[in-house]
């Protein structure tokens, strides 16, 4: 199984600011996703990021918004830039590991005033 | 494209009844099938998956789900609940090349003690 961490846990956000946001794996993947899941919703995918290349956003999702890194196979950010409310949700890491196994982080809970 | 669809919002159970959770997915080659829960508080975790065999899959805590491919479903069930099931539940696919999961709107199970 692969374990992720993210950085910070939680966090609370003036508007027009951004928020940088940190996964970590304990092992090399391939795969790596960021997903959002608002209040009361489903998890939606942002979009895949890719080692040594941009990352693939899905619909409604843009780069500019959501500006993501991928320095090696164990480390990836996502930057919320110029948050308002509604950006406000809970933003997950997520890893393909061995098996198709797909695992999850703890989640970063986001709050913009 | 992939959708999944999960036929019950919300769901109320008293203890020891018997619960079945429906999911039909749209998808039209071969797809890897789960099902995850979130504790409140707590992040996801895999209950069970599908990727080929039997598609009778048993998962933890005694829950099973059954992949019919006609239907398109993949419908997770458990002949008794505890309260501790009580929970939100997601059914999602993925395409076994492709890694992106897709989730769908989740079900909230709460069972009464």
Known sequence: SAVISQKPSRDICQRGTSLTIQCQVDSQVTMMFWYRQQPGQSLTLIATANQGSEATYESGFVIDKFPISRPNLTF?????SNMSPEDSSIYLCSVVGQNNEQFFGPGTRLTVL | ?????????????????????????????????????????????????????????????GFEAEFIKSKFSFNLRKPSVQWSDTAEYFCAVNDPG??????????RLFVKA
């Open chain 2, 1 to 61: 494209a992939q959708s999944v669809s999960q036929h019950n919002h919300h769901v109320i159970l008293s203890e020891a009844a018997s619960l079945e959770l429906g999911c039909n997915y749209s998808y039209g080659g071969t797809v890897n099938l789960f099902w995850y829960v979130q504790y409140p508080g707590q992040h996801l975790q895999l209950l069970l998956k599908y990727f080929s065999g039997d598609p009778l899959v048993k998962g933890i805590k």
């Open chain 2, 98 to 107: 492709g890694f992106k999961t897709i989730f769908g709107a989740g079900t």
């Open chain 1, 76 to 80: 990836s950010t996502l930057t919320v």
